[in-house]
Every structure is written in C-alpha cells, then in structure tokens.
C-alpha cells in the first residue's frame, strides 16, 4: 500500500502565495519522479511541474517564473511553492510520484486526492 497526503491548499488573494505539500508513505523502496498537475472546472487535468530523480526540474510554461517545485528525499515528499497567485490558478492540485515497491517491481504512479486551490479578492 502507497499513501499520498497532500496539503497547503485553500482560498489566497491574487498576488499570494501558497505553499502545497504532499508526503508519500507506506511500502516504498524508492521514489523516481514527483510532481504536481492541476484541474481546473470544465478543463483537462494539466502538469504544473515535475522534479526527477536527479534533481532536474520542469515546468508549465504557466508556472516559469513565479512556481518552485522541490523534494525532501529523506521525508518522500514533494512540495509546490506558489507565489504571484492568478485567478486562473485556480484548480485541484493533484500531487504524482513514480516510484518502486521493491527493486524488482515496476515503476508505478501513485496520485494524491486532490487540493483545492482558489485564487480569488
């Protein structure tokens, strides 16, 4: 069993910050990529940003500039630092990781639940 637990979601004034969480536990043996997509009402659930394994980062090109994403290996987990806030960032934040039961298993994507995320005056 694989959990993710996200948080740091909620209702932020254009301009704000947020800073998102998500912390992965449960039988791991090692964790690839991690990331974060968003779902915004009546749209396709979109990547906002991903860190592999290496360290190397990628981003929305909606993201360059005012997002960060980065990992705590030690603690498995992933976090999306959010600053200029837009109303149109508003969405579900959805949390990935890439990872490994077992050095022989497969890699396998496991998704959080999901964090609301509402840019709004």
């Known amino acids: 069993q694989v959990q993710l637990v996200e948080s740091g979601g909620g209702l932020v004034q254009p301009g704000g910050s947020l800073r998102l969480s998500c912390a992965a536990s449960?039988?791991?043996?090692?964790?690839?990529?991690m990331g974060w997509s968003r779902q915004a009402p009546g749209k396709q659930r979109e990547l906002v940003a991903a860190?592999?394994?290496?360290?190397?980062?990628t981003y929305a090109d909606s993201a360059k500039g005012r997002f960060t994403i980065s990992r705590d290996n030690a603690k498995n987990t992933v976090y999306l630092q959010m600053n200029s806030l837009k109303p149109e960032d508003t969405a579900v934040y959805y949390c990935?990781?890439?990872?490994?039961?077992?050095?022989?298993?497969?890699?396998?994507?496991?998704w959080g639940q999901g964090t609301q995320v509402t840019v709004s005056s």
């Open positions: 449960g039988s791991i043996f090692s964790i690839n990529d």
């Open positions: 990935n990781v890439r990872l490994k039961r077992s050095s022989w298993g497969p890699l396998t994507d496991y």
């Open positions: 860190i592999f394994s290496g360290g190397s980062t």
